[in-house]
């Protein structure tokens, strides 16, 4: 595979994360292992997509092109990083673009106005995930790869394509690389009143969650304190918020993750 050089230190904790979570035995609140994995899949590509808002900002970086999609792009690349290389963790990878589709068969018929929403459809931004899988290892990811029935003559679009993000993330986030900044990132989980809820939080947590947030902390130099924060929102979805330094990933995605998941 094409290799990033590092967009994140190949964490050590975070291939424990993996390793627990595909072996561990479900936890106190009797969650299915399958489905807990889907869930921590899709909630670590989400991190990772909040945290790329979050870097635009702090960094001031600039974005040609839709922000949403650049940071859709970064996601993905982390989670390939991160989880690509190795065939015990690469399901982690493929079950966020899984997440995408999933999200895409779900969705109610459409009106006019989702062409105006700052994202991509749901099944674009399956389809660009699945090419930037293809276009860093076609062989790697060819479950996902042939589900999405990519033209062939695409694919050597999206091996450029790989190229091209890879690098260009790469030369925006080098300066900001490196220990010695004053600001971690710090967990904060609040309450849940559902159990499942609580059981998806409490596994991913246990599969070391908290190790891995540690590591991105330390492999940044970021000005100040970001949280990451589990909470009621009263909507499926997950934000960056900068006055607050807050990303805010909630309990209704969660379940929004597990719901889709058990289908
Ligand atoms: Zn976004």
Redesign the pocket.
Known sequence: MPRLAALLRPARTAFALVALLLAAPAPAEEVDPDIARFVAANTLWTLF??L??GFVSIYDLPVVGR??DA??QLATLVMLTLYGDDPDTRDLVSDAAYGWLLAAAQAEEMDDTAFWG??ALDVQRFTAMVCLLAGADEEAFAEVVELSEIPEDEVARCIDEYEVVARSWDRLLEPHRGAGGPGRLIPRYEASDSPAVAGFVAALRESGFDDLLAEIGQSYRLPYNIAVTFADCGEENAF?DPEAREITICHEMIEGLAALASE
Do not use: T
Request: charged share 35%.
């Open positions: 997509h909040e790329g808002h922000e949403e940071v859709d700052a994202h960056w």
